[in-house]
């Protein structure tokens, strides 16, 4: 079992939907999560940044921890066209406290 | 600089031939990251600084990649005798600390074996 598992997607929606993307994790050390979003051919951007259980919103996304399930989520609202791209989640902390554990990434899509 | 650079963007190079790939931190960030993604795959830790020491290259896939940090600015990740499966991204990050802190990562270098 990977530490980080991630539905691959694709995953396609309309302009203006409310997209959820999630993964769960096996690592009970994990102190922190992590989302980013890649654009195709460049590097990961850091979208959302949470240290504990609960919600934490910025603007149209909210990212949201649930470590009694090991299951971390992030959810976009109105979505748009420059939402596509891959997102990727991670888990760090515990014994490798400087290293991030990556999901694949999921693909999204949102079409005009 | 304002963020992590990495050179060159795009390399294609030859089964057997050696290649080198820069990263250049953001200034002022003492952990730097080297990170591969394959096609379809996640981001695949291979190494860590905190300054110029590597205290974890439990990522390195073989003794044919080796990666070191000078100055505590500037990494050089070499492959030695490049194969097919290494054609990848390799991703460089950095970190103001290593503990927990941001990491925010570089455009990546496309490597191409052929």
């Known amino acids: 079992q990977k530490e980080v598992e991630q539905d691959p997607g694709p995953l396609s929606v309309p302009e203006g939907a409310i997209v959820s993307l999630n993964c769960t994790y096996s690592n009970s050390a994990f102190q922190y999560f992590m989302w980013y979003r890649q654009y195709s051919r460049k590097g990961p951007e850091l979208l959302m940044y949470?240290?504990?259980?609960g919600n934490k919103e910025d603007g149209r996304f909210t990212a949201q921890v649930d470590k009694s399930s090991k299951y971390i989520s992030l959810f976009i609202r109105d979505s748009q066209p420059s939402d596509s791209a891959t997102y990727l989640c991670a888990g760090g902390g515990g014994g490798s406290n400087y290293k991030l554990t990556f999901g694949k990434g999921t693909l999204l899509t949102v079409n005009p | 600089g304002a963020g992590v650079s990495q050179s060159p963007s795009n390399k294609v190079t030859e089964k057997g031939k050696d290649v080198e790939l820069r990263c250049d931190p953001i200034?002022?960030?003492?952990?730097l990251y080297w990170y591969r993604q394959s096609l379809g795959q996640g981001l695949e830790f291979l190494i860590y600084f905190q300054g110029n020491s590597a205290p974890d290259k439990s990522g390195l896939p073989s003794d044919r990649f080796s990666a070191e940090r000078t100055g505590g600015s500037v990494s050089t990740l070499t492959i030695q005798r490049t194969q097919q499966e290494d054609s990848a991204v390799y991703l460089c990050?950095?970190?103001?600390?290593?503990?927990?802190?941001?990491?925010?990562f570089g455009e990546g270098s496309w490597l191409t074996v052929v």
């Open positions: 990050a950095s970190s103001l600390s290593s503990s927990g802190n941001t990491i925010y």
């Open positions: 200034s002022g960030h003492t952990a």
């Open positions: 949470t240290y504990s259980s």
